[in-house]
Antibody, heavy 118, light 110 residues
Framework: QVQLVQSGPEMRKPGASVKVSCKAS????????ITWVRQAPGQGLEWMGW????????NYAQKFEGRFTMTTDTSTSTSYMELRSLRSDDTAIYYC???????????WGQGTLVTVSS | QSILTQPPSVSGTPGQRVTISCSGS????????VTWYQQFPGTAPRLLIY???RRPSEVPDRFSGSKSGTSASLAISGLQSEDEADYYC???????????FGGGTRLTVL
């Protein structure tokens, strides 16, 4: 039974960067594709990107290209997302999920609240 | 403004059947499969329906999905109070080369 456990809440000032981790337990992590999705307060879901567990290939939402990076460390079964040049509208809960959103993304991590405020 | 259009809210009484629509276009729903997610307040989304109409084993068969043309629907029969949640549709969009979500529908059980 795969479980995804994310790192704790973060607070950053505008212009800073944040890195969120997503640690998996269960089967061979190298076979896991990981998707990142965010949800601003009171808003809907927004797809950010996807990273292949087997090849490391990535697909980023155009909106985040250039300031968003996904990586995977198979030795620790952990996937990371880093968002740079943070703005107040980046305040959101960031979720990781195993698989592709349009495939069958499950399970999901518990979410990490990132607050951007001066 | 979401690429996929869902009603902001729907409601029903216990035991009733409700449907949630998801309208897209020829670049997403029209040519790709639809996935549905359920989200309770304060929790992470969970997979409800994939490949238009397939259910994970842990999802009750009261939940069903369908697709026709550029629209999809989620139906919930035998509505229960515990079904009160937000529901999101998603599909790959060939024009954007990525998945898109609907804006979400809040289901209220009266």
């Amino acid at each position: 039974q795969v479980q995804l456990v994310q790192s704790g809440p973060e607070m950053r000032k505008p212009g800073a960067s944040v890195k969120v981790s997503c640690k998996a337990s269960g089967n061979t992590f190298s076979n896991y594709d990981i998707t990142w999705v965010r949800q601003a307060p009171g808003q809907g879901l927004e797809w950010m990107g996807w990273i292949s567990g087997s090849s490391g290939n990535t697909n980023y939402a155009q909106k985040f290209e250039g300031r968003f990076t996904m990586t995977t460390d198979t030795s620790t079964s952990t996937s990371y997302m880093e968002l740079r040049s943070l703005r107040s509208d980046d305040t959101a809960i960031y979720y990781c999920a195993k698989g592709s959103i349009v495939g069958a993304a499950r399970p999901w991590g518990q979410g990490t609240l990132v607050t951007v405020s001066s | 403004q979401s690429i996929l259009t869902q009603p902001p809210s729907v409601s029903g009484t216990p035991g009733q059947r409700v449907t949630i629509s998801c309208s897209g276009s020829s670049s997403n729903i029209g040519i790709n499969v639809v996935t549905w997610y359920q989200q309770f307040p304060g929790t992470a989304p969970r997979l409800l329906i994939y490949s238009n109409n397939r259910r994970p084993s842990e999802v009750p068969d009261r939940f069903s999905g369908s697709k026709s043309g550029t629209s999809a629907s989620l139906a919930i029969s035998g509505l229960q109070s515990e079904d009160e949640a937000d529901y999101y549709c998603a599909a790959w969009d060939d024009s954007l080369s990525g998945p898109v979500f609907g804006g979400g529908t809040r289901l209220t059980v009266l």
